[in-house]
């Protein structure tokens, strides 16, 4: 059965310090692997796609990379204003299967 | 450009009423997709439409549910005999085409709560 696990699901973090956040998977047929930020009260804002292992992409603070297994999404140096909660999603032939998301909350 | 447009942003109801719930895609994107969001849960899959073809139903989680697309545009959800577990946010989505591995374009949903 085609499965899409992020953790942690929440992670609390100072301004400033730098972590990642991890999106697993077990999917036959990838065909892109996706990244949303949503915000409360909004839908999901599209961040990233990623096609094969090996591929990067970086946006500002935020860096995604994607092996065979996994994808992280890297925050670097990280802002308040970049708290949200960010999805994982998996495109499988005609099915995007979402993960739970992590709740990602930055101190100042 | 404009994007994804849901209507109403909220809805309250009494437990055993219809709703409809409005979705307006961003103009071009042949795919369309609704999806269902409870607190603290991921989004489960509930339709999409592709252009002409048969939509896939296969999320909708009972028969009160469906869905229409008019002139491959506008979307409508409707929700029959409403229970207080169909309270969520609905979340409507839309892309160029799904076989190409194309993103969803997300709008802010509608806040369903049933009485």
């Known amino acids: 059965e085609d499965q899409v696990t992020q953790s942690p699901e929440a992670l609390r973090l100072q301004e400033g310090e730098s972590s990642s956040l991890n999106c697993s998977y077990t999917?036959?047929?990838?065909?892109?692997l996706f990244w949303y930020r949503q915000d409360p009260g909004k839908g999901p804002e599209f961040l990233f796609t990623?096609?094969?292992a090996g591929e990067e992409k970086e946006k500002e603070r935020l860096k995604a990379t994607l092996t065979k297994k996994e994808s992280f999404l890297h925050i670097t140096a990280p802002k308040p204003e970049d708290s949200a909660t960010y999805l994982c999603?998996?495109?499988?032939?005609?099915?995007?299967?979402f993960g739970k998301g992590t709740r990602l909350h930055i101190l100042p | 450009g404009a994007g994804v447009s849901q209507s109403p942003s909220n809805k309250v109801t009494e437990k055993g009423k219809d709703v409809e719930l409005r979705c307006d895609p961003i103009?071009?994107?042949?795919?369309l997709y609704w999806y269902r969001q409870s607190l603290g849960q991921g989004l489960e899959f509930l339709i999409y439409?592709?252009?002409?073809?048969?939509?896939?139903k296969s999320g909708l989680p009972s028969d009160r549910f469906s869905a229409e697309r008019t002139g491959g545009s506008v979307s409508t959800l409707t929700i029959q005999r409403t229970q207080q577990e169909d309270s969520a946010v609905y979340l409507c989505?839309?892309?160029?085409?799904?076989?190409?591995?194309?993103?969803?374009?997300f709008g802010d949903g509608t806040r369903l709560s049933i009485l």
């Open positions: 990623l096609y094969s």
């Open positions: 989505a839309s892309s160029l085409g799904q076989g190409l591995g194309q993103p969803q374009h």
């Open positions: 999917v036959s047929g990838l065909r892109g």
């Open positions: 103009s071009g994107h042949t795919a």
């Open positions: 439409f592709q252009g002409n073809s048969a939509p896939d």
């Open positions: 999603a998996l495109n499988r032939d005609d099915k995007i299967i």
